[in-house]
Every structure is written in structure tokens, then in C-alpha cells.
């Protein structure tokens, strides 16, 4: 009995210490799945997302409650204030409508959009339209033409002339580029009809140096207009061509040079330049004395 006791005393601390082992062993695999967990996302804790919203200067600008006509009084059209981002509002937006009570509108506007300075003037650009046209720093001068100055009427509201001084010995381009923007009193840019009557009188819309210069030339010779496109911005070559120019055999100094010609593309679409005073221009053939080499699209020679 006593042997057995004994026995008994001496296995205890043998099965404590495999107790003991059996627990560190649980203890570490239950740490090394905690570390993968997080290691791998399985067991990662949800984080709050906030989503960046961008802060802009909101500005709270005067708009008229509905469409207003042309000509009417600031003062008597109805506005509200809208909120507006202010990098988003245009150039030119009326802030303050105290400011800008005694304005007549100058075009339609429409309701529930910002009011521009550029539409809204004085009473009298409102009663006078062509005022109201005319930008800063510019001027408008009005000149006498007929069918021949006028380009036969083609040379009406909305296009662009260029005008010319012709006296009895020579002609002179007095100005470039210049809008006309009214004809006989008419400020229609629509399409013009081969009856419709010709001006008599054109006003243009020049440079304060245009005006000197117009109204200077008038007084020595005849006005004349060179119609040109709208698009067009060269200048002319020569500015002035004498009575003497048109002899036979005349050389003038500022005649043309042609220094050099080339070809590009192929067939319907080969264009021809000329290089002509240091200049490259179209040209519609190619200028006579030049060889051209002209390639096909292989490489050989044509």
C-alpha cells in the first residue's frame, strides 16, 4: 500500500511538466495564427474611410428671377441671390446689383444666370446701339464710297477692308484690317442679296492711329476699299505703288524676290511654295528658272 503511494507521489510531477509542455505548445500556435492574421488581412479590424471633399469659395451673386429683354432698367427687373463657386463664375460678373441700378440692359438676358458688365451700359448705348460696339481705346469714323470703293456693296457691316489712298500719281494703303461695322446706317451682318442697294456711307471701326490716318487721307485723294477675309492676317508686301512703277522695264526696290521653290504631297493634294523675300507663300505653279524635284511616294524620282 505504502509502495503504492509512493509510486503515485512520483508520476505527479512527471504529468505536470506534460501539462505544462501541452499548454506552452497551445499558447504558441494560438500566437503564430494571431501574427498571420494580421500579417495577411484575414483578422484585420475595419478602419473608417472619410472621403476628401475639396472646399471651394462659394459666392452668392445677383441673377434676374426671369429672362429680360433688351433696353429695360436694372432697377425694375426682379433679381435673387444664387450661390455660385467663385472659380467657376466668368470675367466681368455684376457682384453687387446696388451697383448697377441706372444700367439698361444692351442684349437679352436670360433668368437664373449671373449678369456681365459687358452686357449692361449707359441709356444712351442703349438708345444708340452702334455705341455700345465700339470697345475701349477704339474709335468709329464714318467715310463717303461708292460702287467702286465699296467693292461693288460687297463691303458691308461685319467684313473686314483694308483701305487704300488713290491720288493721280499713286496708290497707298492707308489702313489694314479694318471692320466695318455699319453700313448706311444698317448694323446687319446677314447675308446680302445681289439687288441690295449700295451704301453710300460706311462707318469703320479703327485704332485712334487708323482714324488719324483715314481722316488725313481723305482730304488728298480718293478712298477705296480692298475687301479681304476675316481670317486673313498678313500684311501687304508693298504698302505703295507709283505712277512710274507701271513703266516697262521699271525695277522698284521693293519688288519681289524669288529666292527659292519647293513642292509638297502628292498628286490632288501637292501644294507649291515660293520662298519670296525670305518668306515662304503659296503659290499656284511653280515660279519659272527653279527645278523642282519631285518624288513619288516610294521614293523614285517622277
Not at 281 to 301: C, H, W
Request: glycine share 10%.
Amino acid at each position: 500500500m505504502v509502495g503504492r503511494a509512493s509510486s503515485s507521489l512520483s508520476r505527479r510531477p512527471e504529468l505536470a511538466g506534460r501539462l505544462l509542455g501541452l499548454f506552452a505548445v497551445f499558447v504558441g500556435v494560438g500566437g503564430a495564427a494571431y501574427s498571420m492574421g494580421r500579417g495577411h488581412g484575414s483578422f484585420t479590424e475595419p478602419r473608417e474611410v472619410r472621403a476628401y471633399v475639396p472646399e471651394f469659395n462659394v459666392v452668392e451673386i445677383p441673377v434676374p428671377e426671369a429672362p429680360v429683354p433688351a433696353g429695360a432698367l436694372l432697377r425694375e427687373v426682379p433679381v435673387r441671390y444664387e450661390k455660385f463657386p467663385e472659380h467657376q463664375l466668368p470675367t466681368g460678373v455684376v457682384r453687387e446689383i446696388g451697383t448697377v441700378r441706372d444700367a439698361v440692359t444692351l442684349v437679352a438676358l436670360p433668368g437664373g444666370l449671373p449678369i456681365l458688365h459687358v452686357n449692361i451700359g449707359s441709356s444712351d448705348e442703349a438708345s444708340h446701339p452702334l455705341v455700345g460696339r465700339i470697345p475701349p481705346g477704339m474709335r468709329a469714323m464714318t467715310v463717303r464710297v461708292d460702287a467702286t470703293a465699296a467693292v461693288e456693296g460687297w463691303a458691308r457691316s461685319g467684313t473686314f477692308v483694308d483701305v487704300l489712298l488713290v491720288e493721280k500719281s499713286r496708290t497707298t494703303v492707308v489702313a489694314e484690317q479694318v471692320k466695318i461695322i455699319s453700313a448706311e446706317r444698317s448694323l446687319s451682318a446677314g447675308v446680302q442679296s445681289a439687288t441690295a442697294p449700295i451704301p453710300s456711307t460706311v462707318t469703320l471701326l479703327v485704332t485712334q492711329e487708323q482714324c488719324l490716318a483715314i481722316n488725313t487721307a481723305v482730304a488728298l485723294g480718293k478712298i477705296a476699299f480692298a475687301l479681304r477675309s476675316g481670317g486673313d492676317a498678313d500684311s501687304w508686301r508693298a504698302t505703295q505703288f507709283a505712277a512710274k512703277d507701271l513703266s516697262q522695264g521699271a525695277t522698284r526696290r521693293d519688288d519681289p524676290k524669288i529666292e527659292g521653290a519647293v513642292s509638297v504631297g502628292v498628286g490632288t493634294q501637292k501644294r507649291n511654295y515660293a520662298l519670296v523675300n525670305g518668306r515662304w507663300i503659296p503659290s499656284e505653279s511653280t515660279p519659272t528658272g527653279f527645278f523642282v524635284s519631285r518624288k513619288t511616294p516610294r521614293g523614285d524620282e517622277g
